[in-house]
């Protein structure tokens, strides 16, 4: 199934994954093995696609795990149980606080604090990351208006959020009721935006800086990242990843000198 296919002149790279149930220890009837076979194929894909896995009963509590906790989240959108917390970014120079990058943290009334790891891919499956990315900006644009005027505030955009093509309006809102300067406001987003609709990116960045606000790439130097992002997209800042960051000063790492060619 891997190898290259020729489909009308072009080249297609075609990848699979499997999902596997056994009569009768995963199920007796079609529909039970089949509702096996499509969580053992959930967790295929989410062990990072390209494998194959066999059902377990723990696939099962998971799950009902993740059903739970996607019904209390649309839940703590309605309540507006969701905060944002910032985490400052410091000029090593002058020790001044130049910006504050928001962090979202839900805190369960029974579960109590539900880590970002857990809830935010939840979301991102379920697409309520949408409405709660769209939930932060506004909070985020709101919050920061009672700031200084010399702190801007950064906000993780989702590819999601781009896909669906209304994040310059939503921005727009949020900058209109907060009255927020966008200098103010920094939109980080992934590379992973870069893997849709490449117009309709294009059209989006172009509305974004329109808008005046300031665009940021998050953990470049990982994944698919490519210089080449940063001669299409009109950015203002590039967010080197940790993994380059950590141990850079140790003797024999050469994370520093790859640090350095990046910023040249």
Same mark, same amino acid.
């Given at each position: 199934?891997?190898?290259?296919?020729? /489909?009308?002149? &072009?080249?297609?790279? *075609?990848?699979?994954?499997?999902?596997? !149930?056994? =009569?009768?220890?995963?199920? +007796?009837?079609?529909?039970?093995?089949?509702?096996?076979?499509?969580?053992?194929?959930?967790?295929?894909?989410?062990?990072?696609?390209?494998?194959?896995?066999?059902?377990?009963?723990?696939?099962?509590?998971?799950?009902?795990?993740?059903?739970?906790?996607?019904?209390?989240?649309?839940?703590?959108?309605?309540?507006?149980?969701?905060?944002?917390?910032?985490?400052?970014?410091?000029?090593?120079?002058?020790?001044?606080?130049?910006?504050?990058?928001?962090?979202?943290?839900?805190?369960?009334?029974?579960?109590?604090?539900?880590?970002?790891?857990?809830?935010?891919?939840?979301?991102?499956?379920?697409?309520?990351? /949408?409405?709660? &990315?769209?939930?932060? *900006?506004?909070?985020?644009?709101?919050? !920061?208006? =009672?700031?200084?005027?010399? +702190?801007?505030?950064?906000?993780?955009?989702?590819?999601?959020?781009?896909?669906?093509?209304?994040?310059?309006?939503?921005?727009?809102?949020?900058?209109?009721?907060?009255?927020?300067?966008?200098?103010?406001?920094?939109?980080?987003?992934?590379?992973?935006?870069?893997?849709?609709?490449?117009?309709?990116?294009?059209?989006?960045?172009?509305?974004?800086?329109?808008?005046?606000?300031?665009?940021?790439?998050?953990?470049?130097?990982?994944?698919?990242?490519?210089?080449?992002?940063?001669?299409?997209?009109?950015?203002?800042?590039?967010?080197?990843?940790?993994?380059?960051?950590?141990?850079?000063?140790?003797?024999?790492?050469?994370?520093?000198?790859?640090?350095?060619?990046?910023?040249?």
């Amino acid at each position: 199934i891997s190898q290259p296919y020729s /489909v009308e002149g &072009g080249r297609a790279n *075609i990848g699979t994954s499997v999902g596997m !149930a056994i =009569a009768p220890y995963d199920g +007796l009837t079609t529909e039970e093995l089949v509702k096996s076979a499509d969580l053992a194929l959930y967790a295929a894909k989410g062990g990072g696609r390209g494998q194959y896995r066999f059902y377990s009963t723990d696939l099962k509590d998971s799950a009902q795990e993740r059903q739970e906790i996607e019904g209390e989240l649309r839940e703590a959108l309605a309540k507006d149980q969701l905060e944002l917390f910032y985490q400052p970014v410091v000029e090593a120079g002058t020790g001044r606080i130049a910006s504050c990058e928001a962090l979202m943290r839900w805190n369960h009334p029974e579960r109590g604090p539900v880590s970002p790891a857990v809830f935010i891919p939840i979301a991102e499956e379920s697409n309520l990351i /949408v409405q709660i &990315g769209d939930w932060a *900006i506004r909070q985020a644009c709101a919050e !920061a208006k =009672a700031w200084p005027a010399s +702190l801007r505030v950064a906000v993780n955009v989702s590819a999601h959020q781009f896909a669906n093509g209304k994040l310059a309006s939503v921005v727009t809102s949020a900058l209109a009721n907060s009255e927020l300067d966008p200098e103010r406001l920094e939109l980080e987003i992934t590379e992973s935006v870069f893997m849709g609709d490449k117009d309709a990116l294009e059209t989006t960045l172009k509305q974004l800086k329109q808008l005046g606000v300031r665009l940021a790439l998050d953990d470049f130097g990982t994944g698919y990242s490519s210089l080449s992002y940063l001669r299409k997209a009109p950015f203002d800042k590039i967010k080197i990843d940790q993994s380059f960051v950590r141990g850079c000063t140790e003797r024999g790492n050469n994370n520093a000198a790859i640090i350095k060619t990046v910023i040249d």
